[in-house]
Nanobody, 129 residues
Framework: QVQLVESGGGSVQAGGSLRLSCSTSGYTYSSSCVGWFRQVPGKEREGVAVIYTRSGGRYYAGSVKGRFTVSRDDAKNTVYLQMNSLKPEDSAKYYC??????????????????????WGQGTQVTVSS
């Protein structure tokens, strides 16, 4: 049984940093996608940063490029999202996701949430101005 558990969310002032962690268990697909999405009430869930596990290729939303970094530690079965220079518009519930088996690498981001099979429960990030 695959489980994804996020941690590290919280409240921070604009300009601050947070690091989210996603501990995975039972997930062993070598050619697939893992990463982070976010959602605010009334809006669709959007991709933030993802990794294609086979190549390590990383893809970012334009709004976070240069500020956020996605990484993974295979020994710990954990995916991270380092968020720097946070802005109020980054406030959202952040979700860890895994899946996309059988898709090409670029689909990890362009395919959107629909290609992901497994989701964590989410962790709230609130950035105040």
């Amino acid at each position: 049984q695959v489980q994804l558990v996020e941690s590290g969310g919280g409240s921070v002032q604009a300009g601050g940093s947070l690091r989210l962690s996603c501990s995975t268990s039972g997930y062993t697909y070598s050619s697939s996608c893992v990463g982070w999405f976010r959602q605010v009430p009334g809006k669709e869930r959007e991709g933030v940063a993802v990794i294609y596990t086979r190549s390590g290729g990383r893809y970012y939303a334009g709004s976070v490029k240069g500020r956020f970094t996605v990484s993974r530690d295979d020994a710990k079965n954990t995916v991270y999202l380092q968020m720097n220079s946070l802005k109020p518009e980054d406030s959202a519930k952040y979700y860890c996701a895994a899946g996309g088996m059988g898709y090409v690498e670029s689909a990890c981001f362009s395919g959107g949430p629909r290609i992901y099979n497994y989701w964590g429960q989410g962790t709230q990030v609130t950035v105040s101005s």
